[in-house]
């Protein structure tokens, strides 16, 4: 009876040992004092200094070979740029952005996978245009995740207080579409075309507009590929027109979104026609031919056309499923859509 009570007090003193270690070596790691945090004005020599050492201190532990630590180091990386109490300022978040992003440039460099997956999930938290070097070397990364973070990464930049000078968007929509252009991973390329209605630059909605031509031509090969990334990006191109064009919108630009929605509409209606698209996809595609519609209508309406095809939608809805009447209805609006009086799309720009 005397050992169980015995190796219970040892156990005791160790873990009351090893608490007191942890709490010890927990207090002498860096921290950022609060009334820097909330700074209203910028941080002054001093507060700089504890920002960087803050900075230098986890990203050295991001980098380190302990994954825990790579974990722990991404965890307090982050935590300044999500705080709630207290809440970052702009300011800070500024200063901030730039020490860490400094910092985690030569992380990225690392061999570890696991560095540069968590070095790019703090890339993404910040506000400074060192993410864009980041995202431009990341993309080309030999790992699909690092690759699928640092296209995530773009969707946070429009939500930067400062967006980056427009030379530089420019530059970062290049990467992106070259970027997809040599993809190979499906998950990647779905992230790349999310990413793209991200990029406030007209540019950018044409490169989407040939990304969906290529898209559509992968779909009709795999009908098996997620298409919600397609439809959210299309849907948000759509949106912007509709949300802040008051009067038409320019003919180039209308008849590049009638063509996107037409063939994505045509793909939907002539694959599920052929019973090509699977079960578990089908969901998708009635979506996307809805939405397809939507923009179609949208646009024969800015053209102040009143004539165009009766709708499909309830045709292609379970149990129903007529997806014959959508490919007449597609047929219908492709004869609309080419003709010169009034679209004058060329005929080869729609898929057939």
Do not use: C
Not at 65 to 83: F, H, T, Y
Not at 163 to 188: I, T
């Amino acid at each position: 009876m005397i050992r169980p009570t015995l190796h219970a007090g040892v156990a005791f003193l160790l873990a009351a040992a090893w608490s007191t270690f942890a709490m010890a070596q927990e207090s002498s790691e860096p921290d950022i004092t609060a009334s820097i945090v909330s700074v209203t004005g910028e941080p002054n020599a001093a507060q700089k200094e504890e920002i960087d050492a803050y900075a230098m201190y986890w990203v050295e532990s991001l980098t380190s070979d302990d994954p825990s630590a790579v974990i722990r180091g991404r965890q307090r990386l982050q935590e300044k740029m999500r705080s709630r109490t207290p809440a970052p300022s702009a300011q800070f978040k500024i200063a901030y952005s730039a020490y860490v992003g400094r910092a985690l440039m030569e992380a990225m460099n690392a061999e570890s996978p696991l560095v540069r997956i968590n070095a790019m999930i703090v890339a993404a938290e910040l506000q400074n245009s060192v993410v864009l070097n980041m995202v431009k070397n990341s993309l080309g990364d030999a790992n699909p995740a690092v690759r699928f973070l640092a296209a995530k990464a773009v969707e946070r930049i429009s939500q930067w207080p400062v967006v980056p000078p427009e030379a530089d968007m420019r530059g970062l929509l290049f990467d992106m579409h070259e970027a997809y252009k040599d993809e190979q991973d499906s998950h990647v390329k779905s992230q790349i075309i999310a990413g793209l209605p991200h990029i406030h630059l007209d540019d950018a909605e044409v490169v989407a507009m040939q990304i969906f031509s290529e898209r559509v031509d992968e779909l009709i090969g795999n009908p098996n590929l997620d298409l919600s990334a397609d439809r959210d990006a299309l849907l948000a191109i759509y949106t912007k027109w509709v949300r802040d064009v008051a009067a038409s919108p320019p003919k180039e630009s209308l008849n590049r979104l009638a063509v996107a929605a037409f063939n994505y509409l045509y793909l939907s209606a002539n694959l599920n026609a052929q019973g090509r698209v699977p079960a578990s996809r089908r969901p998708q595609f009635v979506k996307m031919a809805e939405l397809a519609e939507d923009v179609l209508v949208w646009a024969a309406k800015s053209r102040n056309y009143s004539s165009y095809p009766a709708s499909f939608k309830k045709q292609i809805v379970p149990p129903i499923n007529n997806w014959l009447d959508a490919l007449l209805k597609a047929e219908d609006w492709r004869t609309l859509l080419i003709d010169t009086t009034k679209f004058g799309i060329a005929p080869a720009q729609l898929r057939q």
